[in-house]
């Protein structure tokens, strides 16, 4: 199953893609601004041209597990995808993947986009727990 996974930010949102059997996860460029005319055209164009079967919005609840403000403005934009697309929405707990993402870069040596590069960690966790 090809699965997108979207790590939301005000700024810019990261993203990344499956391949088809849903083994590997690779980045895509980041989305500036996704909750603006402008980012949700290019989302929807990466959302036609790469046809997932599922969407993964991180979850960016604080350490205790619990909901802050980052957290519910990342369940709205859930909400607000599921009443665009056609095909699930899923809400997937993202702590630490940006340090995740941070220290797999530094250990490379790779100049990546961090948020599109956590949206990779994000998916690989996602598709790992569901094999």
Known sequence: MKVL??????ARTGVAVSDPTGILARPLPAIPRV?????RAAL?????SEAPERIVVGDPRHLSGERGAQSREAAAFAQRLRRRV????EMV???LTTVEAARRA??????????S??????LEAYLARNR
């Open 5 to 10: 996974a979207l790590d939301h930010g005000r």
């Open 35 to 39: 909750d603006s005319p402008a980012g």
């Open 44 to 48: 929807d164009a990466v959302i036609a």
């Open 86 to 89: 056609g095909v699930p929405v």
């Open 93 to 95: 707990d993202e702590r």
């Open 106 to 115: 530094r250990e490379a040596g790779a100049r990546g986009d961090p948020d």
């Open 117 to 122: 590069l956590a949206a990779c960690v994000l």
